[in-house]
């Protein structure tokens, strides 16, 4: 029995079994991620800026994900890290409902505005790296085995930059869409901030689901009603 416990293919074998649910804990866990950081791209005003600085700060935000798998031990021993990744997200949220849409309505993004694609970019990688805080050592916690902590990660950050992709389209569609994503970042915050106080306050996986779940069915309860054509006075007699 000692000698199938300490089997190296036995080993390898429970640790591919255990990829599909580190590959499933990215999923869920980074639906707020990626429609926070797409609602982050409003900031920009042309598509295209949008997109690209959505690939290139996933690239910055994927090396920082993998150095904080490979330093999360180190990490988790400083509760400063979970308290400045909480105060970022919740600034990001106080931010947003605190700010005022301009052009009258016509562009309803309340989030920073960026003058320049590489102003957003470090903005994208370092909310990534936030949001990492809580999935990383949820991951860890799952399996001590970095290296499939790390093909988990890879895995999940290429579902992330799609999910993102398809939030971006989403978020012009949907009315309550983005007051959803920031409130579901307010979550993560407090989250984050609740474990730097106490770990018994941390509430369980099960309940955050269950809450993103509502809170986006919330989000997606409502489209945008196509901007109304005005006839020329000139053209209608």
């Known amino acids: 029995m000692l000698d199938q416990l300490i089997d190296p293919t036995n080993f390898a074998y429970e640790a591919w079994l255990l990829l599909p649910v580190l590959v499933a804990l990215e999923?869920?866990?980074?639906?707020d991620n990626a429609i926070a950081l797409a609602a982050l791209t409003q900031g920009l005003e042309k598509p295209e800026e949008q997109k690209k600085a959505l690939?290139?700060?996933?690239?910055?935000?994927?090396?920082?994900?993998?150095?904080?798998?490979?330093?999360?031990?180190?990490?988790?021993?400083?509760?400063?890290?979970?308290?400045a990744g909480a105060l970022y997200l919740l600034w990001l949220v106080f931010q947003y409902f605190a700010s005022n849409s301009d052009d009258n309505g016509e562009h309803p993004h309340h989030g920073p505005r960026f003058e320049s694609l590489w102003q957003a970019i470090p903005m994208i990688a370092v909310t990534d790296l936030a949001f990492s805080l809580d999935s990383v050592t949820t991951a860890i916690a799952v399996s001590q085995e970095t290296w499939l902590v790390l093909l988990g990660a890879t895995i999940g950050i290429l579902t992330l930059r799609f999910m993102a992709g398809l939030f971006i389209?989403?978020?012009?569609?949907?009315?309550?869409?983005?007051?959803?994503?920031?409130i579901t970042v307010a979550l993560v915050g407090i989250r984050l901030l609740a474990r730097v106080i106490n770990s018994d306050f941390v509430p369980p996986e099960w309940l955050m689901v269950t809450m993103i779940t509502l809170i986006f069915a919330w989000g997606f309860s409502?489209?945008?009603?196509?901007?109304?054509?005005?006839?020329?006075e000139e053209d209608s007699k």
């Not at 999923?27 to 639906?31: D, E, I, N, R």
């Not at 690939?55 to 308290?83: D, K, P």
């Not at 409502?222 to 020329?232: A, I, N």
């Open 169 to 182: 389209r989403w978020l012009q569609e949907f009315t309550h869409l983005e007051d959803a994503g920031y």
């Open 222 to 232: 409502e489209r945008r009603q196509p901007p109304v054509k005005t006839v020329p």
């Open 55 to 83: 690939n290139i700060g996933l690239v910055l935000a994927y090396v920082l994900r993998m150095t904080l798998i490979l330093t999360a031990t180190w990490v988790v021993r400083y509760w400063q890290f979970e308290l």
């Open 27 to 31: 999923a869920v866990l980074s639906a």
